[in-house]
């Protein structure tokens, strides 16, 4: 597709009223491959919004900065649309662009930055993202039909393993150094193959149940009755008027669950279960926001048998005050609408 050819078409959209993002997806459209990049029609659309009429590069005054050549920029772009993992060192060498014009192209110019994949749980298909935007929605109107209301009746919980041993991470092993004295080192390790699993449910208020599994047994269909009745008992003691009100139990839905035993003891233990999507440690708050913070924590600490576990778990679930609960429900607001407005897609941190 000829340069001055998409300029024109993204100058008429332009003037239309569509946004960079709607005229690419039109481009791509109808050229797929051949159609310029989002930077490329970022920047055009920029100008064009504030007036620019002419298609053509700007005239060169003298000699021009290899940096601000509109061909350079044309080049080095083609070059990472051709390759994303390409390196600066590269372009430079084929382009014969120096690094540090490079560098401004990519930085200034295209606005671009290079950064790491994020790991998700999955690929998810269309048909996951449906459901989970789906979710968001649906919880989301609940949400906001009364928020004081929801907060006061949801309870969410799930299940992790802690470690004896857990190393911290390198960023959390980070320290203070004066300046010319040695970097400090720290040693690649795992973690200990001793662990014990918890239950943990919680509300906004506090820690409403902490079970840990005794050594050898597994979590199955039948071993969740038992647990979600401790967990009616618990709320009866410590929670006044929230049976009566009607629980609302956010957990995802792992085999166990979905259980017909545990589905049953869902229904006489008066629960309403929220509808969570699958695949979506993202939107379970227990997953993104209690066990990340309490497993960091703990992180870098050596426990020497269960006991030591189970004692530090339950001794930092206390610690914690009210509002750091209330913060982990109410931040199920944000995590729904950020689902919906990547239309379903894994969020960022």
């Known amino acids: 597709m000829d340069k001055i050819e998409y300029r024109a078409v993204i100058k ?37 919004r504030h007036g620019r009429e002419s298609l053509e590069d700007d005239p060169r005054v003298g000699r021009p900065s290899e940096a601000t050549s509109e061909d350079m920029v044309d080049r080095v772009e083609a070059m990472i649309m051709e390759n994303r993992r390409v390196k600066v060192e590269e372009i430079s060498l084929e382009t014969g662009i120096s690094h540090g014009s490079v560098c401004t192209i990519i930085h200034h110019h295209l606005g671009m930055s290079k950064v790491s994949a994020r790991w998700v749980p999955r690929k998810l298909s269309p048909h996951d993202r449906l459901q989970r935007r789906t979710s968001s929605e649906e919880l989301l109107t609940l949400y906001n039909a009364d928020p004081a209301g929801f907060e006061s009746r949801v309870v969410t919980g799930d299940e992790t393993w802690v470690h004896h041993w857990d ?114 440690p993202d939107l379970a708050p227990s997953d993104y926001f209690l066990f990340r913070q309490l497993k960091s924590s703990l992180r870098g600490r050596r426990f020497h048998d269960d006991d030591e576990v189970k004692e530090a778990v339950t001794t930092w679930l206390e610690e914690q005050l009210k509002s750091f609960w209330l913060a982990g429900i109410q931040s199920l607001r944000d995590k729904w609408n950020k689902c919906i407005q990547v239309k379903g897609d894994y969020i960022e941190k």
């Open 167 to 280: 190393p911290e991470t390198k960023l959390e092993s980070m320290t203070w150094k004066h300046k010319g004295s040695p970097t400090p080192l720290k040693f690649r390790t795992q973690p200990s193959a001793g662990k014990i699993m918890a239950t943990i449910f919680w509300d906004a208020e506090g820690v409403l149940l902490v079970d840990f599994l005794p050594r050898g047994s597994t979590i199955t269909g039948s071993t969740t009755p038992g647990v979600l009745g401790h967990l009616r008992d618990s709320i009866r003691q410590k929670r006044r008027g929230k049976l009566t009100r009607g629980v609302l139990l956010l957990h995802d839905n792992a085999p166990v669950h979905k259980a017909r035993r545990a589905q049953a003891a869902l229904k006489d233990c008066g629960f309403e279960q929220l509808n969570h999507p699958p695949y979506s």
């Open 12 to 48: 008429f959209l332009t003037k239309e009223g569509k946004n960079a993002k709607e005229i690419h997806d039109r481009l791509v459209a109808v050229y797929n491959d051949t159609a310029p990049s989002y930077a490329t029609v970022t920047r055009w659309h920029k100008e064009f």
